[in-house]
C-alpha cells in the first residue's frame, strides 16, 4: 500500500469500524516497512467535506446541545458525544497534517501518524463509555469546528502547526483541570471511568501538543519567520479567536513547549 494515498482514504472513511481497522492495517504495515510505499510526488487534494457528515448531523456551533448536569445520564452523554466529537475530527487532522505536508523529515510523518492512533484510541474509549450509556458516536448533532480550522490552514505547514495542533489541542489541556474535578465530586462508576479516560487523554495530548510546539518552530525556521507569529497564524485558520479570557494550564502548556514570554504574551495579566 501506499502512505499519503492510504492516509487521504482512511481520512475520507466514515465507516468507523472500517476506518479504525484501516488504521490499524497501515500501523501494522509500517512496523514491517517493506509493505509500505512512499509517493510523496503524488497530487495533494484540498480538503473536502469532512468524513463525520455521514455519521452525525451538522448543526452550526450555537446550536449543538449543550452540557448541563454532568450528575446526569443525559447531561454526560452531550458531554461525552462532545469529546468524542473533538477526537473523531482530531483522528482526520492528524492524518490530514502526515498525507499534505510533503518533503519533511521522516519524523513528521510518524508523528503524525502516531498521534492520529492516539486518537483513534481515544475515540474508541469515548464511544466505549457512550454505548454504556445507551449512546453511540452520531446520535447527536455536532459542528464543524475543527474540521473548518483544518480546511483554512490547508495551505501553509506553519498555519496548520500553529491552529489545530498548537492552539486547538492546547485548549484541552486548559479544560482538563475544571473537568477532572467535577467527575472527581461524584462516587459512582461510571463517573470515575470518566475521570479515567480524561486523564489517559490529557497525558497524550501535552505530547501532540509538543509535536505541535515541534514542527510550528521547525515550519517558522523555515519561513524564516519569528514564533510571535503564532496568534496572526491562529487567528487565520480561526476567525475570532479571542486570546486572553481564559485560564491557562500553564504546566500542561509549559511541558508541551510553550515559554514564559508566550504564554504571559497569551493571557491577560500576565504570569
Ligand atoms: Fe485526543
Ligand atoms: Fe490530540
Known amino acids: 500500500m501506499e502512505f499519503f494515498a492510504t ?45 463525520f457528515a455521514k455519521i452525525c448531523q451538522i448543526v452550526h456551533g450555537s446550536q449543538v446541545g449543550k452540557r448541563r448536569n454532568l450528575g446526569t445520564t443525559e447531561g454526560r452523554i452531550i458531554f461525552l458525544h462532545a469529546l468524542a466529537h473533538i477526537e473523531y475530527s482530531a483522528i482526520d487532522l492528524a492524518l490530514d497534517s502526515a ?100 486523564k489517559i487523554i490529557f497525558d497524550d495530548e501535552i505530547k501532540h501538543v509538543a509535536a505541535g510546539d515541534f514542527w510550528f518552530r521547525y515550519a517558522c525556521a523555515l519561513d524564516g519567520a519569528s514564533t510571535d507569529i503564532f496568534t496572526e497564524d491562529v487567528t487565520q485558520a480561526i476567525p475570532g479567536t479571542k486570546f486572553g479570557r481564559k485560564s491557562l494550564n500553564i504546566s500542561a502548556r509549559k511541558q508541551a513547549g510553550f515559554t514564559d514570554s508566550e504564554l504571559a504574551a497569551l493571557t491577560d495579566h500576565g504570569l
Do not use: C
Open 7 to 51: 492516509l487521504e482514504a482512511i481520512r475520507d472513511e466514515s465507516d468507523i469500524p472500517v476506518k479504525l481497522g484501516r488504521l490499524r492495517e497501515l500501523a501494522t504495515a509500517l512496523d514491517s516497512i517493506a509493505q509500505v510505499s512512499f509517493a510523496p510526488e503524488t497530487p495533494v487534494q484540498p480538503v473536502g467535506n469532512p468524513s
Open 99 to 198: 498525507y499534505r505536508f510533503r518533503g519533511l523529515p521522516p519524523q513528521f510523518y510518524e508523528d503524525w501518524f502516531t498521534v492520529a492512533l492516539d486518537e483513534a484510541r481515544h475515540f474508541a474509549m469515548l464511544n466505549g463509555l457512550l454505548r454504556k450509556l445507551g449512546s453511540y458516536y452520531g446520535a447527536l448533532a455536532v459542528h464543524t469546528g475543527i474540521h473548518d480550522a483544518m480546511a483554512r490552514s490547508a495551505t501553509s505547514l506553519r498555519r496548520r502547526m500553529a491552529a489545530t495542533h498548537r492552539h486547538l489541542e492546547a485548549n484541552g489541556l486548559d479544560a482538563h483541570p475544571e473537568l477532572a474535578r467535577k467527575f472527581a465530586g461524584f462516587t459512582d462508576t461510571a463517573a470515575s471511568e470518566i475521570r479515567q479516560a480524561l
